[in-house]
């Protein structure tokens, strides 16, 4: 088969998904909101799984589970052996409280779908669908990889860790919508997507005494900010800005009472950066100011820094294949090269590490609207068009149909 005649059966292949996935919006639908009426935090979504699973009966799927979380990994071989492609959709919610008013609100107090993982389940369910029902012409295999413990939790790591993803697959594939973006667009980009993300935490120790009395004391709170400004320094005048990172101290935490100068100051942040090495330098260059600071005042500080999500870095030749593909299914308009990365963190960059791959974002805003106005994931008010979860099932199937007979040539 000639390239051109291999592009044309391409075309019309991609063409017939978004029809077929259309068919299933409404059972996508349905989905969506019964997980978003029952949101589970953390590593164990078991109510979620049932959902899952039940969505699956009767499908030619073979699944497996791991002792580390409520995660699914369904598997669906064609008739013939050759590449594997990994799909991924996240489980997980937020521990925030929803004032959306939606008819299909969460009903657990105090957990809410605000990043949009309801949609994510729904979407890869709707690709297992469509692809088991096209079973006949997959020259290789799909893992379907349902995972919980995203906002956090590294759940990804776990499931890997658990061996459920052995041997590991040829590519990987994820998508992530995006109420406040451009309805039914994708985007993505080569390298950089998404920022590691690491907690860093730092005690300052004075000593105590009489708020009238300062000279008394060792007061280490204005230790503590200045220890802030300089981080903010160190950033601007250490950091290029070509290879960035953001340190933002989101909490400081002192005394009882206003008249008592306490005996510590505690600070809780995050730290943000695009690659590894900028990554080493920032907790490298922490952990040298801070005591530093605190000694010259005569304080000590520890710092503490607890590890993250690693940076999501996505292959040049997985985002030209996804654009190729969305182009051929939606046309050229659908899709969107971004300039810059996102200093939000994913999980699925333990999955990136390992295999070669893409993220792309789905705007899901309402139809006709003005997606500068929506509210952004992380919000207890976000809500969503769930027309574009049909977009989304066939953008998998499309992908994983295309690789398994292509591999990343387009």
């Known amino acids: 088969m000639t390239m051109a005649s291999r592009h044309i059966r391409w075309m019309e292949l991609s063409h017939s998904w ?62 013939a052996n050759g590449r594997t492609v990994l799909l991924r959709g996240d489980m997980d919610a937020l521990p925030l409280l929803e004032e959306t008013g939606l008819d299909f609100s969460s009903e657990i107090s105090g957990a809410m779908h605000a990043c949009g993982h309801d949609t994510h389940v729904a979407m890869l369910v709707g690709a297992a ?16 990889m349902f995972q919980p413990g995203e906002e956090g939790h590294h759940g990804a790591r776990f499931m890997l860790e658990d061996g459920i993803i052995d041997p590991l697959p040829d590519a990987a594939f994820a998508l992530h919508i995006m109420p406040n973006a451009p309805h039914g667009i994708f985007a993505g980009r080569a390298g950089p997507l998404l920022a590691s993300s690491d ?36 950033v601007t005048r250490r950091i290029s ?8 101290i989101a909490k400081i935490a002192a005394g009882t009472t206003n008249n008592i100068i306490p005996e510590t100051a505690e600070m809780l942040g995050t730290i943000r950066t695009l690659s590894p090495e900028r990554r080493a330098m920032v907790a490298r260059e922490l952990k040298r100011l801070a005591p530093a600071i605190a000694e010259a005042h005569g304080c000590t500080a520890e710092v503490h820094i607890e590890e993250g999500f690693p940076v999501t870095i996505c292959d040049a030749r997985a985002v030209g294949f996804g654009q190729a593909v969305v182009e051929d299914t939606f046309g050229e308009q659908a899709w969107l090269t971004m300039e810059n990365p996102v200093m939000g963190a994913e999980d699925f960059s333990y999955v990136l590490e390992k295999v070669p791959g893409a993220m792309f974002w789905l705007g899901a805003s309402e139809a006709g609207s003005d997606w500068r106005q929506c509210c952004g994931l992380h919000s207890n008010h976000m809500v969503l068009d769930e027309s574009v979860m049909a977009r989304g099932a066939a953008l998998h199937a499309a992908l994983a149909e295309r690789f398994l007979n292509e591999g990343f040539n387009v």
């Open 241 to 248: 800005v070509f290879d960035p990172a953001v340190v933002t």
């Open 129 to 144: 669908k469509l692809l088991c029902a096209a079973r006949d012409r997959l020259p290789g295999t799909v893992i379907f």
């Open 199 to 234: 907690v860093l935490s730092i005690t300052v120790k004075g000593a105590g005494g009489h708020a009238s009395m300062p000279q008394d004391a060792i007061d280490p709170i204005p230790v503590a900010c200045s220890i802030v400004t300089a981080i903010q320094t160190m």
């Open 18 to 79: 978004p029809a077929e996935a259309e068919t299933l919006l409404g059972d996508l639908v349905d989905l969506r909101r019964a997980i978003h009426r029952e949101p589970e935090l953390g590593l164990q979504n078991p109510k979620t799984l049932a959902k899952i699973k039940d969505a699956l009966a009767g499908l030619p799927l073979e699944f497996r589970e791991g002792p580390s979380t409520t995660g699914l990994i369904a598997i669906l071989r064609g008739p």
